[in-house]
């Protein structure tokens, strides 16, 4: 598959922004404005340790529950259980792109899980590795809604991951020198 070009206000941020705090916070409101997204952000994981954080969150209104939370900390012991999307990503497999949370399959996504902890109703969990290792999650959603995510979205999503891939590890491995 050849790589999706992207579009030129993520084009513009990839190639303005060198610093890893202002290009995230910049980085999250265009993917939210390009999805048409409601809530866009960045879960970070250091695979030595197994912590983990959302370092970043863009919300369009403020209505749409933030996710966010400064501090590393351990991920819980069942969390490869409570989330199957999370246990995917551990084991390296595609990005997920979920059109309704409502009719998505159980062995995709945890229902019950997913309402208790985000609220949304379709999401994209776009898988950051590097070296057979989870270094962190990007997750645009929508909420009150399905969502159906066409292929050319699904592309630039997945060129977008391989190119902030080395700045996100950079990013982590930083935090823990």
């Known amino acids: 598959m050849t790589q999706q070009e992207l579009p030129s206000a993520l084009k513009n ?18 993917i939210g404005d390009f999805l048409q997204s409601d809530r866009c952000f960045l879960y970070l994981h250091n695979p030595q340790n197994d912590l983990g954080k ?31 999307m999370f246990a995917a990503a551990l084991r390296a497999e595609p990005s997920i792109f979920v059109e309704d949370v409502e ?12 309402q208790k902890y985000f609220g949304h109703r379709a999401l994209i969990h776009a898988h950051i590795r590097q070296d057979g290792q989870l ?4 997750q645009p959603c929508i909420f009150g809604h399905p969502r159906i995510w066409t292929e050319y979205e699904r592309g630039v ?17 930083s935090a823990f020198d």
């Open 13 to 30: 941020i990839l190639e303005s922004y060198q610093a890893p705090d202002a290009f995230f916070s910049a980085l999250l409101p265009a």
């Open 54 to 84: 959302v370092a970043f969150c863009w919300i369009r209104t403020p209505d749409v529950p933030t996710v966010y939370n400064e501090e590393w900390a351990a991920q819980s012991p069942t969390l490869v259980d409570d989330d199957p």
């Open 103 to 114: 009719t998505a399959d159980s062995k995709v996504l945890n229902r019950e899980f997913e």
């Open 135 to 138: 270094w962190g999650i990007l």
């Open 157 to 173: 999503i997945n060129n977008l991951v391989q190119r902030i891939t080395p700045l996100t590890v950079d990013y982590v491995k």
